[in-house]
Protein backbone atom coordinates (compact mmCIF):
# COMPACT_ATOMS: atom_id res chain seq x y z
CA UNK A 1 0.00 0.00 0.00
CA UNK A 2 1.70 3.47 -0.79
CA UNK A 3 1.77 5.72 1.95
CA UNK A 4 1.77 8.89 -0.15
CA UNK A 5 -1.72 9.67 -0.49
CA UNK A 6 -2.44 9.23 2.84
CA UNK A 7 0.62 11.88 3.94
CA UNK A 8 -1.23 13.87 1.36
CA UNK A 9 -4.12 14.03 3.48
CA UNK A 10 -2.74 14.01 7.08
CA UNK A 11 -1.04 17.55 5.95
CA UNK A 12 -4.66 18.62 4.70
CA UNK A 13 -6.30 17.58 7.78
CA UNK A 14 -4.22 17.02 10.45
CA UNK A 15 -3.69 20.72 11.97
CA UNK A 16 -5.56 20.20 15.00
CA UNK A 17 -4.40 19.88 18.87
CA UNK A 18 -5.54 18.07 22.01
CA UNK A 19 -3.78 16.54 25.11
CA UNK A 20 0.09 20.94 24.98
CA UNK A 21 9.09 45.96 41.21
CA UNK A 22 10.08 48.75 40.91
CA UNK A 23 7.24 51.15 41.99
CA UNK A 24 5.14 51.37 39.03
CA UNK A 25 5.10 54.99 38.72
CA UNK A 26 7.94 55.66 42.02
CA UNK A 27 8.66 59.40 39.80
CA UNK A 28 5.91 61.36 38.67
CA UNK A 29 6.35 64.49 37.23
CA UNK A 30 3.53 67.06 39.31
CA UNK A 31 2.68 70.34 37.57
CA UNK A 32 3.44 73.63 39.05
CA UNK A 33 0.12 75.42 38.37
CA UNK A 34 -0.93 76.16 41.68
CA UNK A 35 -4.85 76.34 40.49
CA UNK A 36 -4.67 72.62 39.31
CA UNK A 37 -7.05 69.62 41.19
CA UNK A 38 -4.88 67.46 43.32
CA UNK A 39 -5.66 64.61 45.45
CA UNK A 40 -3.65 62.87 48.17
CA UNK A 41 -4.05 58.86 48.10
CA UNK A 42 -2.70 56.45 51.10
CA UNK A 43 -1.63 53.07 49.98
CA UNK A 44 1.05 51.38 53.05
CA UNK A 45 1.11 54.31 54.67
CA UNK A 46 2.32 56.12 51.68
CA UNK A 47 0.71 59.51 51.43
CA UNK A 48 1.50 60.45 47.38
CA UNK A 49 -0.08 64.03 45.94
CA UNK A 50 -1.16 63.51 42.77
CA UNK A 51 -2.23 66.39 40.69
CA UNK A 52 -4.42 66.24 38.17
CA UNK A 53 -2.72 67.87 35.11
CA UNK A 54 0.61 66.13 35.81
CA UNK A 55 2.18 63.90 33.35
CA UNK A 56 2.38 60.42 33.87
CA UNK A 57 6.15 59.01 33.00
CA UNK A 58 5.70 55.21 34.14
CA UNK A 59 3.37 52.65 34.55
CA UNK A 60 3.31 49.04 35.38
CA UNK A 61 1.25 45.89 35.51
CA UNK A 62 0.22 42.78 34.62
CA UNK A 63 -1.47 41.66 31.76
CA UNK A 64 -3.93 38.45 31.93
CA UNK A 65 -0.68 36.21 30.13
CA UNK A 66 1.08 36.95 33.39
CA UNK A 67 3.49 38.93 31.76
CA UNK A 68 4.74 42.45 32.78
CA UNK A 69 3.98 45.16 30.61
CA UNK A 70 4.15 48.89 30.81
CA UNK A 71 2.27 52.17 29.38
CA UNK A 72 4.60 52.18 25.91
CA UNK A 73 3.14 48.56 25.01
CA UNK A 74 -0.39 50.37 24.99
CA UNK A 75 0.31 51.75 22.01
CA UNK A 76 -0.43 55.70 20.62
CA UNK A 77 -3.71 56.82 20.67
CA UNK A 78 -5.51 60.23 21.48
CA UNK A 79 -6.80 59.51 24.82
CA UNK A 80 -6.68 56.31 27.37
CA UNK A 81 -9.41 55.71 30.18
CA UNK A 82 -8.23 53.86 33.59
CA UNK A 83 -11.02 52.00 35.34
CA UNK A 84 -9.58 50.67 38.84
CA UNK A 85 -11.48 47.87 39.38
CA UNK A 86 -11.83 44.36 41.75
CA UNK A 87 -13.83 41.31 41.61
CA UNK A 88 -15.89 42.06 44.77
CA UNK A 89 -17.25 45.89 44.26
CA UNK A 90 -21.13 45.78 43.45
CA UNK A 91 -20.42 49.18 41.68
CA UNK A 92 -17.79 47.78 39.44
CA UNK A 93 -20.06 44.74 38.66
CA UNK A 94 -22.65 47.41 37.28
CA UNK A 95 -20.43 49.92 35.47
CA UNK A 96 -18.50 48.03 33.67
CA UNK A 97 -21.71 46.92 30.87
CA UNK A 98 -21.74 51.12 30.63
CA UNK A 99 -18.15 51.09 29.91
CA UNK A 100 -18.44 48.31 27.65
CA UNK A 101 -21.07 50.49 25.79
CA UNK A 102 -18.83 53.49 26.06
CA UNK A 103 -15.74 51.93 24.72
CA UNK A 104 -17.81 50.16 21.42
CA UNK A 105 -18.56 54.12 20.44
CA UNK A 106 -15.29 55.31 21.18
CA UNK A 107 -13.25 52.91 19.90
CA UNK A 108 -13.72 54.13 16.27
CA UNK A 109 -12.33 57.90 17.86
CA UNK A 110 -8.64 56.19 18.90
CA UNK A 111 -10.19 55.76 22.83
CA UNK A 112 -8.37 52.96 24.57
CA UNK A 113 -9.97 51.38 27.78
CA UNK A 114 -8.32 49.50 30.34
CA UNK A 115 -9.45 47.51 33.60
CA UNK A 116 -6.97 47.81 36.30
CA UNK A 117 -7.62 45.29 38.42
CA UNK A 118 -6.59 46.17 42.66
CA UNK A 119 -8.56 43.12 44.43
CA UNK A 120 -5.61 41.52 46.94
CA UNK A 121 -7.24 38.42 46.73
CA UNK A 122 -8.06 38.51 43.16
CA UNK A 123 -5.60 36.33 41.05
CA UNK A 124 -4.77 37.12 37.84
CA UNK A 125 -7.40 34.29 36.21
CA UNK A 126 -10.31 35.79 38.36
CA UNK A 127 -9.40 38.89 36.81
CA UNK A 128 -9.63 37.33 33.59
CA UNK A 129 -12.83 35.51 34.09
CA UNK A 130 -14.22 38.54 34.99
CA UNK A 131 -13.83 40.45 31.22
CA UNK A 132 -15.42 36.65 30.22
CA UNK A 133 -18.28 36.53 32.36
CA UNK A 134 -19.16 40.47 32.24
CA UNK A 135 -18.31 39.94 27.85
CA UNK A 136 -16.07 42.78 28.21
CA UNK A 137 -14.01 43.43 25.17
CA UNK A 138 -11.31 45.77 26.06
CA UNK A 139 -7.73 45.08 28.10
CA UNK A 140 -7.58 43.85 31.62
CA UNK A 141 -4.48 44.53 33.44
CA UNK A 142 -3.25 43.60 37.38
CA UNK A 143 -1.76 45.91 39.43
CA UNK A 144 0.33 43.51 41.70
CA UNK A 145 1.73 46.39 44.06
CA UNK A 146 -0.60 49.23 44.21
CA UNK A 147 1.98 51.34 41.79
CA UNK A 148 -0.91 52.39 39.23
CA UNK A 149 -3.03 53.31 42.25
CA UNK A 150 0.25 55.87 43.12
CA UNK A 151 0.62 56.83 39.71
CA UNK A 152 -2.75 57.77 38.81
CA UNK A 153 -4.12 58.66 42.33
CA UNK A 154 -7.25 56.14 42.98
CA UNK A 155 -8.58 55.51 46.02
CA UNK A 156 -11.89 53.51 45.28
CA UNK A 157 -13.76 51.37 42.55
CA UNK A 158 -14.45 51.81 39.92
CA UNK A 159 -12.96 55.13 39.59
CA UNK A 160 -11.34 56.41 36.56
CA UNK A 161 -8.66 58.60 35.15
CA UNK A 162 -8.40 59.78 31.84
CA UNK A 163 -4.83 60.77 30.04
CA UNK A 164 -4.73 62.58 26.83
CA UNK A 165 -2.42 61.91 24.23
CA UNK A 166 0.37 62.94 25.86
CA UNK A 167 -0.05 61.34 28.99
CA UNK A 168 -1.59 63.87 31.09
CA UNK A 169 -3.86 63.29 33.53
CA UNK A 170 -7.21 65.18 32.42
CA UNK A 171 -9.47 63.78 34.72
CA UNK A 172 -10.08 61.71 37.38
CA UNK A 173 -13.25 60.46 39.14
CA UNK A 174 -17.13 58.98 39.00
CA UNK A 175 -17.83 57.60 35.96
CA UNK A 176 -21.61 59.47 36.39
CA UNK A 177 -23.46 60.20 39.35
CA UNK A 178 -26.28 57.91 38.04
CA UNK A 179 -24.93 54.30 40.59
CA UNK A 180 -23.86 55.13 44.33
CA UNK A 181 -23.77 52.31 46.85
CA UNK A 182 -26.80 53.08 48.49
CA UNK A 183 -28.66 52.73 45.53
CA UNK A 184 -29.27 54.39 41.90
CA UNK A 185 -31.72 56.52 40.08
CA UNK A 186 -33.13 56.15 36.45
CA UNK A 187 -31.03 58.34 34.70
CA UNK A 188 -27.12 60.03 35.19
CA UNK A 189 -27.63 63.91 35.29
CA UNK A 190 -23.96 64.36 34.51
CA UNK A 191 -22.23 61.58 32.47
CA UNK A 192 -18.94 62.84 33.72
CA UNK A 193 -16.50 60.67 32.04
CA UNK A 194 -18.24 60.77 28.83
CA UNK A 195 -17.97 64.60 28.44
CA UNK A 196 -13.77 64.88 30.13
CA UNK A 197 -13.70 62.29 26.99
CA UNK A 198 -15.22 64.47 24.88
CA UNK A 199 -13.54 67.89 25.40
CA UNK A 200 -10.04 66.05 25.02
CA UNK A 201 -10.38 64.70 22.13
CA UNK A 202 -11.78 68.10 20.65
CA UNK A 203 -8.94 69.78 22.33
CA UNK A 204 -10.73 71.56 24.76
CA UNK A 205 -9.54 71.98 28.23
CA UNK A 206 -12.07 69.59 30.58
CA UNK A 207 -14.86 71.88 31.97
CA UNK A 208 -14.78 69.46 35.49
CA UNK A 209 -11.67 67.75 35.68
CA UNK A 210 -11.98 65.84 39.09
CA UNK A 211 -15.35 64.51 40.93
CA UNK A 212 -16.19 62.50 44.20
CA UNK A 213 -16.06 58.69 43.56
CA UNK A 214 -18.58 56.99 45.64
CA UNK A 215 -17.32 53.47 45.53
CA UNK A 216 -15.57 50.44 47.55
CA UNK A 217 -12.25 51.69 48.83
CA UNK A 218 -8.76 50.24 47.53
CA UNK A 219 -7.09 48.35 49.79
CA UNK A 220 -3.62 47.40 49.82
CA UNK A 221 -1.86 44.12 49.64
CA UNK A 222 -1.56 42.66 53.02
CA UNK A 223 1.42 40.91 53.89
CA UNK A 224 1.90 37.01 53.85
CA UNK A 225 0.68 35.93 57.26
CA UNK A 226 2.92 33.78 59.60
CA UNK A 227 1.01 30.69 59.42
CA UNK A 228 3.94 29.14 61.53
CA UNK A 229 6.43 27.34 60.88
CA UNK A 230 6.63 25.72 57.53
CA UNK A 231 9.74 23.60 56.23
CA UNK A 232 11.25 22.07 53.09
CA UNK A 233 10.92 18.77 55.38
CA UNK A 234 7.76 19.54 57.08
CA UNK A 235 5.86 20.33 53.75
CA UNK A 236 7.28 21.79 50.78
CA UNK A 237 8.99 18.93 50.15
CA UNK A 238 5.68 17.19 49.51
CA UNK A 239 4.01 19.94 47.67
CA UNK A 240 6.97 20.06 45.20
CA UNK A 241 6.78 16.54 44.57
CA UNK A 242 3.53 16.35 44.12
CA UNK A 243 3.40 19.91 42.12
CA UNK A 244 6.87 19.86 40.12
CA UNK A 245 8.80 17.16 39.93
CA UNK A 246 6.80 15.43 37.45
CA UNK A 247 7.98 18.08 34.43
CA UNK A 248 11.42 19.61 36.39
CA UNK A 249 13.38 16.19 36.84
CA UNK A 250 16.61 15.86 34.63
CA UNK A 251 15.55 14.36 30.77
CA UNK A 252 12.23 16.39 30.62
CA UNK A 253 11.36 19.67 28.59
CA UNK A 254 11.97 21.51 32.11
CA UNK A 255 14.81 23.74 32.43
CA UNK A 256 16.35 23.00 35.64
CA UNK A 257 15.11 20.41 38.12
CA UNK A 258 13.17 21.01 41.36
CA UNK A 259 14.52 17.37 43.30
CA UNK A 260 16.17 18.87 46.28
CA UNK A 261 15.74 21.61 48.72
CA UNK A 262 18.74 23.35 46.93
CA UNK A 263 17.17 23.31 43.71
CA UNK A 264 13.88 25.15 44.69
CA UNK A 265 15.88 27.34 47.03
CA UNK A 266 18.11 28.35 44.06
CA UNK A 267 15.09 29.14 41.95
CA UNK A 268 13.09 30.82 44.68
CA UNK A 269 11.84 34.43 43.46
CA UNK A 270 10.92 32.95 40.40
CA UNK A 271 8.83 30.31 41.61
CA UNK A 272 7.62 33.30 44.14
CA UNK A 273 6.47 34.91 41.03
CA UNK A 274 5.02 32.06 39.12
CA UNK A 275 2.97 30.71 42.13
CA UNK A 276 1.37 34.27 42.52
CA UNK A 277 0.48 34.96 39.07
CA UNK A 278 -0.93 31.22 38.81
CA UNK A 279 1.34 30.65 35.71
CA UNK A 280 2.86 27.60 37.34
CA UNK A 281 2.30 24.91 38.14
CA UNK A 282 0.45 25.02 34.53
CA UNK A 283 -3.06 25.06 34.55
CA UNK A 284 -5.95 27.48 32.94
CA UNK A 285 -9.76 26.38 33.97
CA UNK A 286 -11.26 28.61 36.51
CA UNK A 287 -12.06 26.99 39.49
CA UNK A 288 -15.87 28.07 39.47
CA UNK A 289 -16.93 25.81 36.95
CA UNK A 290 -16.27 22.52 37.39
CA UNK A 291 -14.20 19.98 38.79
CA UNK A 292 -11.45 18.45 37.24
CA UNK A 293 -9.71 14.90 37.98
CA UNK A 294 -6.08 15.91 36.62
CA UNK A 295 -6.38 19.70 38.34
CA UNK A 296 -2.46 20.72 38.80
CA UNK A 297 -2.92 23.96 40.11
CA UNK A 298 -2.23 24.74 44.33
CA UNK A 299 -4.97 25.23 46.02
CA UNK A 300 -5.08 29.02 47.65
CA UNK A 301 -3.80 27.49 50.94
CA UNK A 302 -0.56 25.82 49.00
CA UNK A 303 -0.39 28.75 47.44
CA UNK A 304 -0.04 30.58 51.06
CA UNK A 305 2.36 28.08 51.99
CA UNK A 306 4.52 27.92 49.49
CA UNK A 307 4.80 31.51 49.50
CA UNK A 308 5.21 31.96 53.58
CA UNK A 309 7.91 29.30 53.17
CA UNK A 310 10.21 31.02 50.46
CA UNK A 311 9.42 34.46 52.29
CA UNK A 312 11.14 32.94 55.30
CA UNK A 313 14.52 31.90 53.90
CA UNK A 314 13.08 28.60 52.63
CA UNK A 315 13.90 26.73 56.00
CA UNK A 316 15.24 23.74 55.65
CA UNK A 317 13.76 21.83 58.89
CA UNK A 318 14.77 18.40 59.27
CA UNK A 319 16.90 17.33 56.14
CA UNK A 320 17.02 13.37 57.90
CA UNK A 321 12.77 13.52 57.76
CA UNK A 322 12.38 14.80 54.60
CA UNK A 323 10.93 12.86 51.81
CA UNK A 324 13.79 11.95 48.92
CA UNK A 325 12.84 12.05 45.62
CA UNK A 326 14.38 8.93 42.91
CA UNK A 327 16.39 10.92 39.71
CA UNK A 328 15.44 7.97 37.83
CA UNK A 329 11.43 6.95 37.75
CA UNK A 330 10.25 3.35 37.52
CA UNK A 331 9.15 3.70 33.75
CA UNK A 332 10.41 6.31 31.02
CA UNK A 333 6.48 5.75 29.87
CA UNK A 334 4.25 7.77 31.89
CA UNK A 335 1.57 5.03 30.94
CA UNK A 336 3.44 2.67 32.41
CA UNK A 337 5.67 -0.32 29.77
CA UNK A 338 3.33 0.11 26.39
CA UNK A 339 2.65 -3.21 24.71
CA UNK A 340 3.61 -1.25 21.38
CA UNK A 341 6.20 0.97 20.43
CA UNK A 342 6.32 2.65 17.30
CA UNK A 343 8.96 4.89 16.65
CA UNK A 344 9.61 7.27 13.71
CA UNK A 345 11.40 6.29 10.58
CA UNK A 346 13.17 9.40 10.10
CA UNK A 347 14.71 12.17 11.90
CA UNK A 348 14.63 15.60 11.77
CA UNK A 349 16.89 18.52 11.90
CA UNK A 350 15.81 21.19 13.40
CA UNK A 351 17.75 24.85 12.79
CA UNK A 352 19.11 26.71 15.86
CA UNK A 353 16.86 29.69 15.00
CA UNK A 354 14.47 31.05 13.12
CA UNK A 355 10.56 29.59 12.75
CA UNK A 356 9.90 25.75 12.25
CA UNK A 357 6.79 24.75 10.21
CA UNK A 358 4.75 21.95 10.86
CA UNK A 359 5.98 18.60 9.49
CA UNK A 360 3.53 15.64 9.27
CA UNK A 361 4.91 11.71 9.64
CA UNK A 362 3.05 8.65 8.74
CA UNK A 363 4.50 6.24 11.22
CA UNK A 364 5.83 2.77 10.22
CA UNK A 365 2.99 0.48 11.85
CA UNK A 366 -0.34 -0.82 9.59
CA UNK A 367 -3.20 -1.97 11.99
CA UNK A 368 -4.81 -5.03 9.74
CA UNK A 369 -7.31 -5.57 12.29
CA UNK A 370 -9.60 -3.27 14.44
CA UNK A 371 -7.88 -2.67 17.40
CA UNK A 372 -8.71 -1.12 20.55
CA UNK A 373 -6.58 0.63 22.98
CA UNK A 374 -6.66 1.86 26.74
CA UNK A 375 -3.58 4.15 26.36
CA UNK A 376 -1.53 6.75 24.63
CA UNK A 377 1.55 8.26 24.72
CA UNK A 378 3.52 10.59 22.66
CA UNK A 379 7.12 10.57 23.78
CA UNK A 380 9.65 13.04 21.99
CA UNK A 381 12.97 11.94 22.51
CA UNK A 382 14.63 15.22 22.60
CA UNK A 383 11.63 16.77 24.41
CA UNK A 384 13.42 20.49 24.67
CA UNK A 385 12.36 20.61 20.78
CA UNK A 386 8.84 19.88 20.70
CA UNK A 387 6.67 22.37 21.24
CA UNK A 388 3.47 20.38 20.79
CA UNK A 389 2.77 17.10 18.62
CA UNK A 390 -1.20 16.14 17.65
CA UNK A 391 -2.31 12.23 16.65
CA UNK A 392 -4.66 10.91 14.35
CA UNK A 393 -4.99 7.92 12.42
CA UNK A 394 -5.78 7.87 8.24
CA UNK A 395 -7.24 5.52 6.46
CA UNK A 396 -7.35 5.36 2.27
CA UNK A 397 -10.40 7.47 3.45
CA UNK A 398 -7.58 10.35 4.71
CA UNK A 399 -8.11 11.66 8.14
CA UNK A 400 -10.09 14.32 9.49
CA UNK A 401 -11.28 15.95 12.95
CA UNK A 402 -12.82 12.42 13.42
CA UNK A 403 -9.90 10.68 13.23
CA UNK A 404 -8.27 12.38 15.89
CA UNK A 405 -6.62 10.83 18.54
CA UNK A 406 -4.34 12.53 21.68
CA UNK A 407 -1.29 14.96 21.49
CA UNK A 408 1.39 16.20 23.61
CA UNK A 409 2.30 19.06 25.17
CA UNK A 410 5.19 19.70 27.74
CA UNK A 411 3.72 19.37 30.98
CA UNK A 412 0.66 17.89 29.85
CA UNK A 413 -0.60 14.55 30.25
CA UNK A 414 -0.92 11.33 27.79
CA UNK A 415 -4.18 9.84 27.08
CA UNK A 416 -5.24 6.85 29.56
CA UNK A 417 -8.37 5.88 29.41
CA UNK A 418 -8.02 3.52 32.64
CA UNK A 419 -8.01 6.14 34.71
CA UNK A 420 -11.51 6.69 34.26
CA UNK A 421 -11.90 3.00 35.45
CA UNK A 422 -15.01 2.81 33.60
CA UNK A 423 -14.10 0.48 30.73
CA UNK A 424 -13.36 2.33 28.10
CA UNK A 425 -11.35 2.24 24.81
CA UNK A 426 -10.54 3.71 22.01
CA UNK A 427 -11.05 1.74 18.59
CA UNK A 428 -8.68 1.91 15.55
CA UNK A 429 -9.99 0.82 12.74
CA UNK A 430 -8.41 -2.12 10.49
CA UNK A 431 -6.66 -0.75 7.62
CA UNK A 432 -5.38 2.42 9.42
CA UNK A 433 -2.16 4.11 10.39
CA UNK A 434 -1.34 6.83 12.69
CA UNK A 435 0.05 10.09 11.85
CA UNK A 436 1.83 12.80 13.44
CA UNK A 437 1.51 16.75 13.05
CA UNK A 438 4.73 18.29 14.86
CA UNK A 439 5.66 21.80 15.81
CA UNK A 440 9.29 21.95 16.86
CA UNK A 441 10.73 25.20 18.81
CA UNK A 442 13.93 26.38 18.03
CA UNK A 443 16.42 26.40 21.08
CA UNK A 444 19.75 28.32 19.91
CA UNK A 445 21.41 25.76 18.49
CA UNK A 446 21.05 22.92 15.79
CA UNK A 447 19.44 19.79 17.32
CA UNK A 448 18.01 16.36 16.32
CA UNK A 449 14.14 15.75 16.58
CA UNK A 450 12.33 12.12 16.73
CA UNK A 451 9.29 10.69 18.39
CA UNK A 452 8.31 7.28 19.42
CA UNK A 453 4.71 6.43 20.58
CA UNK A 454 3.49 4.20 22.88
CA UNK A 455 0.18 1.93 23.30
CA UNK A 456 -1.06 0.25 26.00
CA UNK A 457 -3.94 -2.75 25.20
CA UNK A 458 -7.10 -3.32 27.38
CA UNK A 459 -6.19 -6.27 30.20
CA UNK A 460 -10.09 -5.97 30.96
CA UNK A 461 -13.25 -6.08 28.83
CA UNK A 462 -14.35 -3.09 27.09
CA UNK A 463 -17.86 -1.74 28.22
CA UNK A 464 -17.77 1.57 25.94
CA UNK A 465 -16.31 3.00 23.05
CA UNK A 466 -14.95 6.62 23.45
CA UNK A 467 -16.30 9.06 21.05
CA UNK A 468 -15.97 12.95 20.51
CA UNK A 469 -16.45 15.58 18.63
CA UNK A 470 -14.72 19.01 17.36
CA UNK A 471 -16.36 22.26 17.78
CA UNK A 472 -14.35 23.37 14.33
CA UNK A 473 -16.33 26.18 12.59
CA UNK A 474 -14.75 27.68 9.35
CA UNK A 475 -15.74 31.05 7.65
CA UNK A 476 -15.05 33.73 10.12
CA UNK A 477 -12.58 36.49 9.76
CA UNK A 478 -11.07 38.35 12.50
CA UNK A 479 -10.58 42.01 11.99
CA UNK A 480 -7.13 44.38 12.66
CA UNK A 481 -6.45 45.35 15.82
CA UNK A 482 -9.72 44.27 17.24
CA UNK A 483 -9.22 43.25 20.79
CA UNK A 484 -11.63 40.62 21.46
CA UNK A 485 -13.03 39.16 18.64
CA UNK A 486 -15.94 36.53 19.00
CA UNK A 487 -16.72 33.12 17.65
CA UNK A 488 -19.55 30.40 18.89
CA UNK A 489 -20.23 27.04 17.78
CA UNK A 490 -22.11 23.89 18.47
CA UNK A 491 -23.25 20.68 18.68
CA UNK A 492 -26.11 18.82 19.31
CA UNK A 493 -25.26 15.41 21.28
CA UNK A 494 -26.57 12.15 19.72
CA UNK A 495 -26.77 9.83 22.32
CA UNK A 496 -27.24 9.89 25.99
CA UNK A 497 -23.57 11.50 27.04
CA UNK A 498 -21.31 11.38 30.07
CA UNK A 499 -18.35 14.11 29.55
CA UNK A 500 -15.10 12.75 29.99
CA UNK A 501 -12.94 15.61 28.74
CA UNK A 502 -12.29 19.33 27.20
CA UNK A 503 -9.85 20.32 25.31
CA UNK A 504 -9.10 24.15 23.38
CA UNK A 505 -6.89 24.62 20.59
CA UNK A 506 -6.38 28.25 19.10
CA UNK A 507 -3.19 29.80 18.21
CA UNK A 508 -1.42 33.09 19.31
CA UNK A 509 -4.53 35.32 19.08
CA UNK A 510 -6.79 33.15 21.44
CA UNK A 511 -7.78 34.95 24.37
CA UNK A 512 -10.51 32.73 26.02
CA UNK A 513 -12.88 29.63 25.52
CA UNK A 514 -15.71 28.78 27.45
CA UNK A 515 -17.48 25.90 27.48
CA UNK A 516 -21.51 25.48 28.07
CA UNK A 517 -24.26 22.85 28.04
CA UNK A 518 -28.03 23.87 26.95
CA UNK A 519 -30.52 21.78 27.66
CA UNK A 520 -34.26 22.44 27.15
CA UNK A 521 -36.09 23.57 30.35
CA UNK A 522 -32.77 24.12 32.02
CA UNK A 523 -30.36 26.94 33.37
CA UNK A 524 -27.26 26.97 30.79
CA UNK A 525 -24.53 24.94 32.66
CA UNK A 526 -21.05 26.19 32.14
CA UNK A 527 -18.89 23.24 31.81
CA UNK A 528 -15.32 24.68 31.43
CA UNK A 529 -13.50 28.11 31.51
CA UNK A 530 -10.37 28.86 30.03
CA UNK A 531 -10.38 32.93 31.05
CA UNK A 532 -6.44 33.50 30.18
CA UNK A 533 -5.34 30.78 27.65
CA UNK A 534 -1.89 29.91 26.66
CA UNK A 535 -0.61 28.92 23.30
CA UNK A 536 2.14 27.43 25.36
CA UNK A 537 0.54 25.41 27.85
CA UNK A 538 -2.59 23.17 26.03
CA UNK A 539 -3.91 21.04 28.60
CA UNK A 540 -6.40 18.52 28.47
CA UNK A 541 -9.58 19.04 31.31
CA UNK A 542 -10.56 15.26 32.51
CA UNK A 543 -13.72 14.74 34.47
CA UNK A 544 -14.34 12.05 36.60
CA UNK A 545 -16.77 9.94 35.32
CA UNK A 546 -20.09 10.16 36.04
CA UNK A 547 -20.11 13.36 36.88
CA UNK A 548 -21.74 15.63 33.88
CA UNK A 549 -24.62 13.35 32.32
CA UNK A 550 -26.47 15.09 29.40
CA UNK A 551 -29.34 13.48 27.74
CA UNK A 552 -29.41 12.90 23.85
CA UNK A 553 -30.58 16.39 22.08
CA UNK A 554 -28.29 18.52 24.29
CA UNK A 555 -26.45 21.60 22.83
CA UNK A 556 -22.70 21.82 23.59
CA UNK A 557 -21.53 25.16 23.08
CA UNK A 558 -18.64 26.90 22.75
CA UNK A 559 -17.84 30.82 23.03
CA UNK A 560 -14.14 32.16 22.30
CA UNK A 561 -12.87 35.89 21.96
CA UNK A 562 -9.49 36.47 20.11
CA UNK A 563 -7.28 39.23 20.79
CA UNK A 564 -5.78 40.56 17.46
CA UNK A 565 -4.61 43.74 18.87
CA UNK A 566 -1.43 45.57 19.26
CA UNK A 567 -1.59 45.06 22.86
CA UNK A 568 -1.18 40.98 22.68
CA UNK A 569 2.41 40.77 22.57
CA UNK A 570 2.13 37.51 20.19
CA UNK A 571 0.16 38.54 17.74
CA UNK A 572 2.29 38.42 14.74
CA UNK A 573 0.55 41.62 12.75
CA UNK A 574 -2.20 43.45 14.25
CA UNK A 575 -2.79 45.13 11.00
CA UNK A 576 -4.09 42.53 8.97
CA UNK A 577 -7.23 40.45 9.09
CA UNK A 578 -7.01 37.00 10.06
CA UNK A 579 -8.78 33.81 9.06
CA UNK A 580 -8.69 30.13 9.42
CA UNK A 581 -5.03 28.00 8.90
CA UNK A 582 -3.08 25.71 10.44
CA UNK A 583 0.03 27.85 11.16
CA UNK A 584 0.85 29.69 14.21
CA UNK A 585 0.14 32.54 12.17
CA UNK A 586 -3.07 32.03 11.02
CA UNK A 587 -5.49 30.98 13.63
CA UNK A 588 -7.70 28.21 14.59
CA UNK A 589 -10.67 27.16 16.80
CA UNK A 590 -10.63 23.82 18.01
CA UNK A 591 -13.15 22.87 20.79
CA UNK A 592 -12.60 18.91 21.37
CA UNK A 593 -15.54 17.47 23.66
CA UNK A 594 -14.87 13.65 24.58
CA UNK A 595 -17.77 11.39 26.06
CA UNK A 596 -19.25 7.88 26.38
CA UNK A 597 -22.67 6.68 24.87
CA UNK A 598 -24.58 6.13 28.52
CA UNK A 599 -26.96 3.61 27.13
CA UNK A 600 -23.86 1.36 25.30
CA UNK A 601 -22.97 -1.46 26.67
CA UNK A 602 -20.34 -3.65 25.17
CA UNK A 603 -18.52 -6.99 26.36
CA UNK A 604 -15.25 -6.91 24.23
CA UNK A 605 -12.53 -8.92 25.22
CA UNK A 606 -9.52 -8.58 23.35
CA UNK A 607 -5.87 -10.05 23.38
CA UNK A 608 -3.82 -8.23 26.06
CA UNK A 609 -0.87 -8.10 23.72
CA UNK A 610 -2.21 -6.61 20.58
CA UNK A 611 -6.05 -5.15 21.10
CA UNK A 612 -7.57 -7.05 18.95
CA UNK A 613 -10.67 -8.59 19.68
CA UNK A 614 -10.94 -12.52 20.78
CA UNK A 615 -13.59 -13.50 18.44
Known amino acids: MSLLPTVRLLSRYLAIAILSTASCCDILCVADDKSAESKSVGVNDLEVKIVVGSKVTELKFTDIRGLDRELKDLGQHKAYVFVFT ?69 SKTPEVVLLDQDFNIRYRGRID ?22 EVLAGQPVTTSQ ?30 HEKCTNCHRPGTAAPFPLMTRDD ?33 ALSPEQKQKMVAWIAAGCPSGDL ?66 VHH ?7 KDGANNETFITGYVPGGQPMDLGKFD ?36 PKREIRKRLHHFVLDPRGWEIPPNDPAFRIESSHTLKHNANLLGLFTHMHVRGRDMTFYADQASKPT ?64 FNGFVFYVDNDEVLSIKVNPSNGVQIR
Open 86 to 154: NTTCPLVRKYLPILKQMESELRSEDVLFVSVNVGPQDTIRDMAAQAVDLDVPFHFVKDRDESCVRALGA
Open 177 to 198: DQMRMGGSKPMPSREDLREAIR
Open 211 to 240: TEVDGCIISPVAKPDRIGEVTWSSEIASLV
Open 264 to 296: VASNATMIKDVVVKESMPPWYATRSHGRFQNDT
Open 320 to 385: SAAPVFKDVVESEWRIGKPDLIVTMAEEHTIPATGFVAYKYVVLPHLFFADTWVEAFEIKPLNPSI
Open 389 to 395: CNMAYAT
Open 422 to 457: NGVAYRIPAGAVLGLQIHYTTVGTVQKGKIQVGLRF
Open 525 to 588: ETLLQIPNYNFEWQLGYELKPGERNFEKGTKVRAVAHFDNSPFNPYNPDPKVPVRYGPQTVDEM
